[in-house]
Structure formats: C-alpha cells, structure tokens
C-alpha cells in the first residue's frame, strides 16, 4: 500500500491541510505528531486529537472527494506517506484485508470522536479537565503528559487561563504533579477518572 503513496516531510507547525481545502487522499504518519482540529466562524479551535506514528489523518473520506472538515498540523518534525484516495480505492477493490484495515481504523477514529463529544457535551469544564488528563495518562503513553495548556484548553473547550488555574487546583489536591519541563505527571488517573 505504501509503494503508492508519496514521502512527505513536514517542519513544526507545517500544515498537512486545511479546513476546507479540496480533499484528495490521507496521510499516514510514519514519524511525529499530528495535531487535528476544527476553527469555527469566529475563530475558535476545537483540537480534535493528537496522532502519531501508524495513524492517518485526512478521514473521513478515505478516497478523496469534497473538502477537509478540519486542519491537521505537524506539531514537530514529522514525515507521512500520501496516500492519493483514487489510487487507495483501487486498491482497496483489489485487497479485502486493506478495506477491514481501514475499516478498523475508522472504528478506531470514531470511537475517538465519540469519548470527545461525550466529554464535552455531559460534564462540567473541572471534570473535562480531569478526564482528559486520565484518558492521556492511561492511553500507553504513560502518565507524563507533555501538552501545553493551551493545546489541553483547546481539547476541553476551555482557555489556557483556566486550564493552569485548574491544573494548580489538581496539584493541591495530589492528583497531578506539574514538572519543571512543562509536562503535568499524573498522580492518581482513577481520583481524575472519578471525578465528578
């Protein structure tokens, strides 16, 4: 599959592609971070998830077609292989084991999505904030979370202010242990988890 994609290298802050541009394939990343998010009317950012290496972005519309929903950005060196989304369908046609591939892989994104608009749509800011940090801590990477709070804000649907105001809170309280470097350790994932 990836023989006929196209290398793409791609510096910090480099956009993949941008909310509404024509959509004509994905980009599965082979090295870095990939930060999705949506910008509404007025300018606001909803960050939609961070991906790294093995994960795609450019979906839903694995085939091309349309406009991009939202903006994906390097948020460090980071190289991806294209994937022109005639060129996948083809492919796809030819190979059932592909089609389930992607098709778990969709499951995968949606069910992202899904915890997302739960999140934000059924609880308060303070058990947003909380959540998400025991989602991160638990998800594999481990328990040092090194987002700034400003990208954690733009997760939960909040500002930077009040995400530091609300991390300090967190550390009173010995759930998280904000480092010299920047990145919160997280304590107790099940007290964040439990929060109400």
């Known amino acids: 599959m990836l023989l006929l994609g196209r290398n793409r290298s791609f510096a910090s802050g480099d956009l993949l592609f941008k909310q509404g541009d024509r959509h004509d394939g994905i980009f599965v990343i082979e090295t870095g971070v990939v930060r999705s998010y949506y910008v509404s009317e007025d300018g606001r950012e909803l960050t939609l998830g961070f991906w790294g290496e093995g994960n795609y ?3 839903p519309q694995l085939f091309g077609g349309g406009q991009h929903a939202w903006t994906s950005e390097a948020q460090c060196p980071t190289r991806c292989v294209f994937l022109p989304g005639k060129e996948l369908r083809k492919l796809v046609e030819q190979r059932s084991d592909l089609a389930i ?12 999505y899904s915890a997302l608009l739960q999140l934000l749509a059924t609880h308060s800011m303070k058990v947003r904030l909380a959540r998400l940090l025991a989602m991160l801590a638990t998800s594999g990477t481990g328990r040092s979370i090194r987002l700034t709070h400003g990208q954690l804000a733009g997760m939960i649907g909040s500002t930077r202010q009040w995400v530091s105001q609300t991390l300090e809170l967190f550390e ?8 010299a470097d920047g990145s919160v350790y997280v304590l107790r994932p099940d007290a964040l988890a439990s929060l109400r």
Not at 101 to 112: P, T
Not at 172 to 179: M, P
């Open 57 to 59: 972005v450019g979906g």
């Open 101 to 112: 591939a992607l098709l778990d892989a969709l499951v995968h994104k949606s069910e992202c």
């Open 172 to 179: 009173r309280q010995d759930l998280i242990q904000k480092k």
